[in-house]
């Protein structure tokens, strides 16, 4: 009788294998009387393969060395790797990939295009080698035999601390301060390392370094200047065809004007390519664009087609890989436009192919820049030297900070900004860092799925906590008996089964796999059980395991998330301009630059203009009659170049239109901004705008007439007229206009106050009054639309959240499904909205369910040229404008990896806040103006 049977020994020498090979072949045939075939390699699947094609009774060792693996392997035909069936092996052979080296030879981009992303990652994995069933963790590898000490290749920390900031947070383990906990960090958040580094751990760990976003090049500099660009490179990114994209280039293509074009792009989400006539067909909000399609012929074909094809290759805004001196040997490498070496290969090829020792991501985070900035305007302006590291100088448990957060008054804060912070904020009413670190840390995909945070904020206020064991209170205590954190999957296993916390990292990562899962249940039950847990016991905890283990979040993550979090509390709590100024400097969150200004008056904070004779090139903080204000600076102007921003500071102070013309020299578009935004207010005396302007159109046709020396004026009289022209003023909704166009910021005044009279007929509910209405009352709501998101839903609907801003506040809306025929195209093509709902109550916050919309514009004409009853006509109305008959499609849903939930297949996976209102439309510019 035949058996096969294999061995693996990733960790004993080939002589050694092949003499425990025969040793087992032997007593097998004595004692059980069968012949077996044999195969050992450095992991299962290489021994199961080994001993494969082999004869009966022989015995195959595979060393674990990866020439020899290679050597082995890559001669093999494709049938021969595991996972590969008859109907893979013939598509990979459509293509010329008949054995396993033609598999291994080919990016990993290009076999994801052929057998979808899964499955092609596995296989290109195999293919190499590598085995992603592994072992259980009881048979986990025990080291990674490197012992490198990497404390001395770090950057030096003292040279590059205003850079680095200490708060480098890690992805997958800070190797330096493995071992340390930085100083502004209380000593008892301090979290293990076995999430990071520990001795079964096979590869060596990424390291993510979070530095100032304008100094990011530095360390870039920093790291290959030590480490040399032998062996130091950036990864590339490549990026493919959506919907948006597609369109504008094949719109381009096809002859189409690009104004048209841009229109049409930008009325989709940000979808797939391949979707594009679907969403055309189905989504509300792309109906009036539907009725015309046919005028563009064979646009919506062509774009399809071009989906998740090529369309550039840019450096990775954060990969940095160290390698060897063999790296330019193994892969192409190119310079950027900035001259750093990129490597021609994506983040998932260099970690396959093994071209990296070490992987860094360095990624420069806004809000630190702005952080920086704002502790820079405080010792500039007051002379105090303020050190966020510092808990002499910063609390993090500040009560002034708290009680904000607990007001969800969290615009402009790292981390806790969103709606959706503000609204799980309001729910939990933090009272300490603590309860800011579980905040951060269950507004995850993950968390949310599982309803998390309700179970974590009912016990948080009072709800008793439950255990499914008493052995787990000291693990699950911080949290209310809710696990969120990987560290308590890691501590769980290790108190259930007894092994050590390298061992439960081990199966953590495991939980990820389909295929390992299985195996790990059996091993956590079968061990567990041994010690004397319960099956009940067993069950509920490894529901939570299985549900959240591979969805949750890293505590030390949110430890470092928090520190920056709370840090920029504090600011804004005791130092709000200067935070605001670094806010507007570095424009670091999801919320348009209006809006940031908008929140700032809240707050007190006086936002003074653009001044030809005080803006500086940067955001700064000026002293006023009522407290600290931000004056707002010359980057901000529309086209503006860092030349003419340096001409104009290095110029002050002028005397007129005439003197910064000669001095400052800006385009003829440079200066009709600045006089259209009031930039040189006392110094037009008694001229009007329109007067400025015409000026500016004089000294333009001068200029241009005759030639002059730099700095010097021409002889000869008088340039221009300075006296008053009769132009009429630029009335206030010009200025408006201006400030909208020029600044994207509503300076003089907010873009909602020629409304008010409107809202006020109409019975308006205000953002501030909103808070005291009842649930479940009737309201009208407006404002400008400052945010609206369609993101992944639990349950693959798609849901319209709408955030919109009136001067007094924000309020949320939510339209779910049954609303977005009458709704969708006014609210994703309307800057203004009047929105009809019904009050809902959200922890201390007040939500709108949205039933119905209308654009504030056309209200308002209608009041303006009809009357109060034509307005009230209609906000009368409740169908939708007139479209064409669109035929209803069946609803459809797409897996979602990351929150392992079903996604609607037009929800909008671009960051929240990208599609905030047009503000170059709602200028209200009169007819005719000059202006």
Partial sequence: MNSNRTLAAPHRRKQDTEGLAQLVRLRLAAHLGLRATIGAGPNPMIAAM???????GQITVIAPEPEAVTAFLHPLPMAALYGVGPATANTLAEYGLHRIGDLASVPLGTLQRVLGKATALALSQRARGHDPRSVTPAAAPKTTGYSHDFAHDELDPAAHRGALL????????????ASAQPEHIPAHFVVGKERFVNERRTSLPDIDLDVESERRLEVYDAIIKRFGTERTAVTGMPETYRARHALRDAGLALGIPPQVVGEIAKSFPHIRARDIRAALAELPELRQLASQAEKFGPLWELAEGLDALPRGYAM???GVILSDASLLDRLPVQPTPAGYPMVQADKEDIELGGYALLKLDVLGIRMQSSMAHAVAEIHRVTGRVLDLDNPDHVDLEDRLAFEMLQASDSIGLYQLESPGQQDLLSRLQPRHM?????????FRPGPVAGQMPARFIAARHGATPRYAHPDLEPILSDTYGVTIWHEQIIATFAQLTGCDRAAGEYARRALADADRLPRVEEWFRRTAGDRGYSTAVLDEVWETIASHGAYGFCRAHAVAFAVPALQSAFLKA????????????????????????????RHGVPILPVDVNHSRAAHQVEQTSQGWG????FSNIKGISEGEVARLVAGQPYTGLQDLWQRARPSLPIAQRLIRIGALGPLAGDLTRRDLLLQATELHRQSRARTATDGQLPLGGELVTSTPSGLPEMTSRDKLGAELDTLQIDVTHHLMEHSHRLLNELGATTAADLRGMIPGQKVLVAGVRASTQTPPIASGKRIIFVTLEDGTGLVDLAFFENSHEACAHTVFHSGLLLVRGTVESRGARRTVVGEMAWDLDEVAAARRDHGPQAALDLLGRTDPAPTPAQPVAPQRTLADGTAGARLHPYADIQPAGTRSADLRRLGHRSQGSAG
């Fill in 316 to 318: 990775h805004p954060c």
């Fill in 166 to 177: 200490g708060l480098a947070r890690t992805r997958h383990g800070r190797v330096r301060d």
């Fill in 630 to 633: 931000v004056r707002l600076a």
């Fill in 574 to 601: 005791h130092f709000p301009a200067f935070l605001y100024a670094g806010i507007l400097e570095h424009d670091p969150g999801m919320w348009p630059r209006r809006l940031i200004v908008s929140d700032a008056r």
């Fill in 50 to 56: 080994a001993a494969a094609p082999t004869a009966p």
């Fill in 434 to 442: 603590q309860d800011v670190i579980a905040d951060i840390s269950l």
